[in-house]
Every structure is written in structure tokens, then in C-alpha cells.
């Protein structure tokens, strides 16, 4: 019981480390998906749920 905890603080510590490091990091690779506060708020909101093929006039 004693190592499967040790293995959780380990893997808890580089969680936070991960954390850590993402937020005071610009993620510049697309494909990672990071995306602002601000832009998770907005795909929360309506506009998330709207998508159109041309503009309508």
C-alpha cells in the first residue's frame, strides 16, 4: 500500500508540474487543442452551437 502511494504523489507531482507549466507557456503547435479561458467561454455560450455554409443575406 505504502508504494502505491508513493506512485501517486509521483504521478500527482508531475501533474502539477504540467499544470504549472501550461499555465505560464504559449502553446504555438495547434494540434495540442490549449485553448484560451475566453475561447472555451465562448464555445460554451450559444455561439458554440452555430455553423453556417455561406453568409445569408
Not at 509521483?10 to 484560451?36: G, T
Request: hydrophobic share 40%; net charge negative.
Amino acid at each position: 500500500m505504502n508504494q502505491l502511494k508513493e506512485y501517486y504523489d509521483n504521478i500527482f507531482s508531475y501533474l502539477k508540474r504540467h499544470h504549472e507549466l501550461l499555465a505560464r507557456s504559449l502553446p504555438l503547435i495547434a494540434s495540442e487543442n490549449v485553448v484560451s479561458a475566453a475561447v472555451r467561454e465562448a464555445i460554451a455560450s450559444d455561439f458554440g452551437n452555430r455553423y453556417a455554409e455561406k453568409i445569408v443575406d
